[in-house]
Nanobody
Framework: QALFVESGGGLVQPGGSLTLSCVAS???????????MHWYRQAPGKERELVAS????????NYANSVKGRFTISRDGGKNAVYLRMVDVTPDDAGVYYC???????WGRGTQVTVSA
């Protein structure tokens, strides 16, 4: 059973916006409560890269230079969820997005983001 389930991906035009969600389920909820959370992405033919991180309390947050100022990571403890708000999307933002806690040993299925006019 996946600890975290990603959703919200889809087709977005360049310059558009999208919000990804990641919900903790089962044992993932216990991990979520005490853990920082990360969003990663993997574009075709490229290695998975860390995009954004948020501490267990919500502060601080950190971003890859490529998304700084355009992406916002947030979390809602009541919903056991972490979000990634993406604005001013570019073709380089396309890929499969995953959320993960550092202690987790498995990855979820991710959610696909396609950027095209």
């Amino acid at each position: 059973q996946a600890l975290f389930v990603e959703s919200g991906g889809g087709l977005v035009q360049p310059g558009g916006s999208l919000t990804l969600s990641c919900v903790a389920s089962g044992n993932g909820r216990y991990v979520f409560e005490v853990s920082s959370m990360h969003w990663y992405r993997q574009a075709p033919g490229k290695e998975r890269e860390l995009v954004a991180s948020i501490s267990s309390s919500g502060v601080p947050t950190n971003y890859a230079n490529s998304v700084k100022g355009r992406f916002t990571i947030s979390r809602d403890g009541g919903k056991n969820a972490v979000y990634l708000r993406m604005v001013d999307v570019t073709p380089d933002d396309a890929g499969v997005y995953y959320c993960k806690a550092p202690a987790a040993t498995t990855w979820g299925r991710g959610t696909q983001v396609t950027v095209s006019a």
